[in-house]
């Protein structure tokens, strides 16, 4: 069965307007947009816990935070744990 994801009106809208262009982002950086929303959220000392699915790799999904984090220039450090990714900011 497919997965159907809701997109916000900013979604769509950068969707159309990369197309006019002729060239859209990549689903990478769409992913790391995501990081990059949920990061920006936090505040100095919160943190999130990211619930991982089967078919996710917990190492890329890491790097990817980190490369959000670095974007952003915030400093982030990762919690151990089983199941799930912690991540909490730092700076």
Do not use: C
Request: no cysteine.
């Amino acid at each position: 069965m497919p997965t159907f994801e809701k997109l916000t009106k900013d979604d769509v809208s950068d969707i159309l307007e990369s197309k006019r262009r002729g060239r859209s982002k990549s689903q990478r950086q769409r992913i790391i947009d995501t990081y990059k929303t949920w990061l920006q959220a936090l505040e100095v000392g919160e943190g999130v816990a990211v619930k991982l699915d089967d078919r996710d790799n917990r190492q890329t999904v890491k790097n990817r935070m980190k490369r959000a984090a670095s974007e952003l220039g915030y400093q982030i450090d990762f919690i151990r744990s089983r199941g799930m990714i912690r991540v909490h900011r730092t700076a």
